[in-house]
């Protein structure tokens, strides 16, 4: 694949966040599992204070979700920018946003990223190039469409990465940003999280093709089936399309084939799928037990190194609990920041 020469160079030690060498097998494994591992024990800990009335709203949990957002930040630089949809925890977390800043945000408190007003679906961090959260479906399409032509347009090599789901790909809208992008190359890749669900309906009832990798054939946009249940099956993709779209190819779709453990939303019972479906995904498809398994067999890392793995994680989301809770709620003045000019 070739790279366009006024684009500047994203190397493989960018991608890997700065390091001063290629990682090892070992660093790689284990950095991907600290992070989806952190970004599950992060849902769970959110289910908890959500069922404990300390998070209002809506509320959609990442869970079994972790290998795609973990597997494609891991193929880009820090610059790149990221925004996605209402299921979004992981992609902040991914992002390397501070978890007491995102916990804060979704119990409404001042030291959230958007100072208690956004909540889980709305929340952002420039710092950290990360766009949202949106809780209209599709609506983060054209946006992060239109932040790939910003980067194009200042001619400064970065990258849009835009997430959405199943459920969106039927909107109009997706197909009015994949015209644009495909027409002017855009440096745009679009990720399809086809947790097999939508809100509630199964792929197989609402679209009428399936293979939703295609849906960009019609504005010549290349597509691909990747098994997102598989961090390192997601990376290598990732990096592929990473290297097309920042070569100046134009726009890539990529359709992470996942599933998510919890319903929808925490109001959602879920009831429209089996458990021994649900109980199949996590017994063998779990991405962050067959990543583990891996580890133990090639015996990178013994079962008491992944128990002080798992005890640091808990400190830090327990830390990031208590530090929301005592966060102090928005004064009333806040409700008229950041609105008008």
Request: aromatic share 8%; charged share 25%; with cysteine.
């Amino acid at each position: 694949m070739s790279k366009a020469t006024n684009k500047k160079p994203a190397s493989d030690t960018a991608k890997m966040g700065h390091n001063a060498s290629a990682p090892t097998p070992k660093e790689l494994q284990l950095k991907l599992y600290r992070n989806m591992l952190m970004i599950r024990r992060f849902e769970e800990k959110a289910g908890q204070l959500y069922g404990m009335g300390l998070i209002g709203g809506f509320c959609h949990l990442y869970i079994g979700q972790e290998a795609v957002v973990v597997g494609m930040q891991d193929c880009i630089t820090p610059d790149d920018a990221v925004i996605t949809s209402y299921r979004d925890h992981g992609h902040m977390l991914a992002c390397g946003m501070d978890p007491k800043g995102i916990m804060a945000e979704l119990t409404g408190r001042i030291d959230g990223f958007s100072k208690g007003k956004g909540g889980s679906m709305h929340m952002f961090s420039t710092d950290k190039h990360f766009y949202g959260g949106h809780g209209i479906v599709g609506a983060q399409v054209p946006l992060g469409t239109g932040i790939g032509f910003a980067h194009k347009y200042r001619n400064n090599g970065n990258i849009s990465l835009v997430y959405f789901g199943d459920g969106s790909v039927n909107q109009g809208q997706v197909y009015e940003a994949f015209n644009m992008a495909s027409l002017w190359k855009l440096p745009v890749i679009y990720i399809i999280e086809n947790n097999e669900y939508a809100m509630g309906t199964s792929v197989k009832r609402s679209h009428s093709t399936t293979e939703l990798f295609r849906r960009g054939e019609g504005f010549a946009i290349p597509g691909r089936q990747v098994d997102g249940m598989d961090v390192m099956a997601v990376r290598e993709a990732g990096r592929e399309a990473v290297e097309y779209v920042r070569g100046g190819n134009g726009p890539m779709l990529l359709e992470m084939k996942t599933y998510r453990y919890r319903g929808h939303s925490m109001s959602d019972p879920a009831k429209y799928r089996s458990k021994d479906e649900v109980e199949e995904y996590k017994g063998k498809h779990d991405p962050i037990e067959n990543l583990k398994a891996k580890m133990v067999s090639d015996k990178l890392v013994t079962e008491d190194g992944f128990k002080d793995i798992e005890k640091e994680i808990k400190q830090i989301v327990n830390e990031a609990a208590e530090f929301a809770q005592q966060s102090p709620e928005p004064p009333e003045s806040e409700l008229w920041t950041d609105v008008l000019v």
